[in-house]
């Protein structure tokens, strides 16, 4: 059970990739040492779960993928952790521009995947485009965007990275 994590007060890393019964991650937060967390693929993890997570204020690189409940209000909840510098957050299809707006606004992220969320329009590119530490982007599989959104990124000087595959 994640619960009992709770008593792991140096527990650095941690991953349930697809376990897909884990709902409750909220034990989590008494981590205070918590950096590097990964939940890709458990859908039903649940929102107050996530919100918890940004009581983890040395969290850096964190991986929900596939996770039907992640919402921009989580997101901007998340988006308070000062270290975050890397989230995958691929296939969290109600995201939306609102999402980008608010990880563009930490500090040290520089790596971004949003591969896979369909409500993304050029205004998500845009956004991670004024932020002066993205390096890595991923909006693949995101029907709405166009040429507007890769000439935004592609003029950021910081971007090394940047993946469009199958954006129609």
Request: aromatic share 4%; glycine share 2%.
């Amino acid at each position: 059970s994640v619960r009992a994590l709770a008593q792991c007060r140096h527990l650095e890393v941690v991953s349930f990739m697809s376990c897909e019964r884990i709902t409750d991650a909220a034990a989590l937060s008494q981590c205070a040492e918590l950096q590097d967390v990964e939940f890709s693929n458990c859908e039903d993890l649940t929102r107050g779960s996530m919100r918890a997570l940004a009581k983890c204020r040395k969290l850096t690189r964190l991986m929900i993928g596939g996770c039907v409940n992640l919402d921009d209000a989580t997101v901007q909840e998340l988006s308070t952790c000062p270290y975050l510098a890397e989230v995958g957050f691929e296939e969290c299809e109600s995201l939306t521009d609102a999402s980008a707006q608010s990880l563009a606004r930490c500090q040290h992220l520089w790596w971004v995947d949003l591969s896979g969320c369909p409500l993304l329009t050029n205004a998500a590119a845009l956004a991670l485009a004024k932020s002066a530490a993205v390096r890595c982007v991923s909006l693949a599989e995101c029907p709405k965007l166009t040429d507007e959104a890769a000439l935004a990124l592609a003029s950021c000087p910081s971007v090394q990275s940047l993946d469009f595959e199958e954006c129609t």
